[in-house]
């Protein structure tokens, strides 16, 4: 039982850590209909980053903010400079461009820390274990994820859904044409956006680079879950981005925590533990094609009108 | 007309073929180089080039009297890569000499071009056991090891030292179910649980360190070279495992990562067939100027691959640069006449080393960490696949 708990605040933290990549994903997606490769290559940025700045100022707080700080302005650069030259033109445009992309910011990162890559420890106040239920150790450091992401989510909930930019941002998800005949400055939203976009990914990836290491490609793999997630959750919907994040986030844990087991039990020891990891990293996709053959258009709409 | 063509053309080509032993006259030696320069494990790939060009340098940068030219080329740590540039090099380089290859499955996706271009493959890394036993051929020869031998030696030591239950978690590729698959034909104890994870994308280990602490078992033992090893570590700490489990690995801790592990990594034991502070002439000289043209000290990769360059050397020289001749150099090759790093260094029948295991561990001096030699394991011990292969 407490190996379950356990389990399941694995899955938890995961799946909260996926909601802040796949949240910016989905607005870039949804609102400016930008299929955005390169968005793991700020989650790349972002643990770089926060490597850098911790080392620099020796506060590892500091350096996360410094971070995030850092990976808004290179967000918003990277719209103003690039991005906008793929508005408006095929998705395969979008998806060669911010593949180059990738390419460039991967040889940069080589060229300005090496090939090697780089370590940020976890602060000595958050590295131990803590008793959060009687009887359940858990990693500080992974609690923390989880109280950090869930504050963000409550943040981005309150922003779309109670303040002004969110309605333009809503409305934009909805319906990108009529938000810029009203008269709003759309280049401006969508510089904003993009900008929010890129912040959650270097938050994400400065998050992972304590648990991970900092390294040149780190944001790829991450980013097909992102992309899953997105279809699961409808694109242009950060309510389906959570629910689907979380969904892919347990799955994955659970599968493989348990999915194992019951393989070598059904098959034997020799063909379960070998066709387990294959089947257990399967299994979110499965999720994903009954997702498009029940509801084509995700769990959460955000355009259906 | 058409068919008088190629008639001829393909006599032409057949006379080239035939001519060519005849030109012996060779002018340099070609070496072709696969290894992994590119994405996070790009640092091994490097340090092992480093190494190569270092053992150049000591031989002057000839071999048998003949200038040296070594093309890298990259696998990208994908075997479909590897294979396209193996056979590049065995095809259109021309190249003498294979060697590099880190990755077992790389190498066991690239192996067939060269034999069958009766091309010399001397691995410096990759242990695929295939290659040591039932696929093995006169044309391949390693200076490092097989999958499952360095893990053999840490469950011997383990069963020495009284250890009774054991967790695995390991890669889900050709070399993580041979490490661990060896560790399990050694360890005596009890192996409570055994994890096999996604490989190379899946680097957060959350669920299976859960699992490995909820089995009770007396120690941990994993496998994860490169980057995914730092990983482990700092996962394993943060998880409040270090400390509480006794963690057992291999190639998982090496000099590129212990700058990234440090204190997590601290008190791991692991088993090699080499250390930066073996005693021996060769080894110092190595690891010496090593560090004077790198500003590092050089890995396990390092050790093997400058033992790869000084083995081609020695049966170039062995058989004067008159490299036409492959039986000569294959004879010249399996004398191994040359100065390993690590010690007393001789093939066995199926071309792989008679060679002793080291268990090292980790310890801090100063403000850097390093291996530390603590016990010799086994000593000379013979590669376990010589069985299977049919060369006697």
């Known amino acids: 039982m407490t190996l379950f708990i356990e389990q399941c605040l694995n899955g938890l933290q995961f799946g909260l850590l996926l909601f802040l990549l796949a949240a910016g994903l989905t607005l870039v997606f949804g609102i400016m209909d930008l299929v955005n490769l390169a968005h793991g290559s700020l989650y790349m940025l972002g643990a770089y980053f926060a490597a850098t700045f911790a080392a620099w100022t020796g506060s590892f707080v500091l350096g996360a903010v410094l971070a995030i700080l850092a990976t808004l302005l290179v967000g918003m650069a990277l719209e103003v400079i690039a991005m906008r030259r793929l508005y408006g033109r095929d998705h395969l445009d979008h998806v060669l461009g911010t593949f180059g992309l990738i390419l460039f910011f991967d040889e940069l990162v080589r060229l300005i820390w090496g090939p090697g890559g780089l370590s940020l420890p976890v602060p000595p106040w958050l590295d131990r274990s803590i008793e959060i239920l009687p009887g359940i150790q858990y990693s500080a450091y992974r609690f923390a994820i989880i109280v950090v992401t869930l504050a963000v989510a409550a943040f981005l909930y309150v922003l779309v859904m109670r303040t002004r930019v969110g309605m333009l941002i809503r409305a934009g998800a909805s319906n990108r044409e009529m938000v810029g005949a009203l008269g709003v400055n759309i280049k401006l939203l969508y510089t904003l956006v993009f900008g929010l976009g890129a912040a959650l990914a270097g938050l994400a990836g400065m998050i992972q680079a304590p648990i991970l290491t900092v390294q040149i490609g780190m944001g790829e793999n991450i980013l097909i879950l992102a992309f899953v997630i997105t279809v699961i959750g409808g694109i242009g919907s950060i309510r389906g981005a959570f629910v689907a994040a979380l969904l892919v986030g347990f799955i994955d844990t659970l599968g493989r925590a348990f999915f194992p087991q019951i393989l070598v039990e059904l098959l034997g020891r020799q063909a379960g533990s070998t066709a387990a990891p294959a089947l257990s990293s399967m299994m979110i996709y499965i999720l994903m094609a009954v997702i498009l053959v029940v509801k084509p258009q995700g769990l959460f709409a955000a355009n259906s009108r | 007309m058409r068919k008088a063509l190629l008639v001829a053309s393909t006599a032409l080509l057949a006379a080239v073929a035939a001519n060519n032993p005849a030109m012996a006259q060779q002018k340099s030696v070609k070496i072709g180089f696969v290894s ?214 291999t190639f998982s801790i090496d000099s590129l990562s212990l700058p990234r592990q440090k204190d997590a990594a601290l008190g791991v034991i692991s088993a090699l067939q080499w250390g930066a502070d073996l005693p021996n002439d060769a080894n110092k000289k190595f690891v010496g100027d090593f560090k004077k043209k790198f500003g590092t000290e050089p890995s396990f990769y390092a050790a093997q691959s400058y033992d790869a360059a000084m083995l081609i050397g020695s049966a170039v020289a062995g058989v004067k640069g008159n490299l036409a001749d492959k039986a000569a150099v294959q004879k010249a090759l399996e004398k191994a006449d040359f100065k390993s790093v690590r010690g007393d260094f001789k093939f066995g029948s199926n071309h792989y080393p008679t060679q002793s295991f080291y268990m090292q561990e980790v310890v801090k001096s100063g403000e850097s960490y390093t291996q530390k030699t603590i016990a010799t394991a086994e000593k000379n011990v013979p590669n376990p696949h010589a069985k299977q292969c049919s060369m006697k």
Not at chain 2, 98 to 109: H, L, M, R
Not at chain 2, 199 to 219: G, I, M, T, V
């Open chain 2, 36 to 249: 992994t320069f590119s994405g996070p494990v790009a640092s091994i790939g490097d340090d092992m080039r480093n190494a190569f060009e270092l053992a150049l340098d000591h031989l002057g940068r000839k071999m048998g009297g003949l200038p040296v030219e070594v093309v890298y080329e990259d696998d990208t740590l994908k075997p479909e890569v590897g294979k396209q540039k193996t056979e590049k090099l065995v095809e259109s380089d021309k190249v003498d000499f294979v060697s590099g290859f880190i990755w077992s499955n790389v190498v066991y996706a690239s192996y067939k071009p060269v034999v069958d271009a009766k091309t010399f493959l001397v691995i410096a890394n990759a242990g695929e056991t295939r290659l040591a036993g039932e696929n093995c051929s006169p044309f391949i020869f390693s200076t490092a090891w097989t999958n499952d031998q360095n893990p053999i030696a840490v469950a011997d030591y383990m069963n020495q030292k009284g250890v009774k239950s054991v967790y695995l978690i390991g890669p889900n590729y050709a070399a993580g179910k041979e490490n661990l698959g060896g560790f399990k034909t050694a360890f005596k104890g009890k192996v409570l649980g055994e994890d096999y994870t996604t490989w190379p994308s899946q680097l957060d280990f959350s669920a299976e360190l859960a699992k490995a602490k909820a089995s009770k078992a007396d120690a941990v033992y994993m496998f994860y070279p490169g980057a995914a090893g730092v990983q482990f570590l700092n996962q394993y700490a943060q998880a409040g495992l270090k400390g509480s489990i006794p963690l057992y690995t």
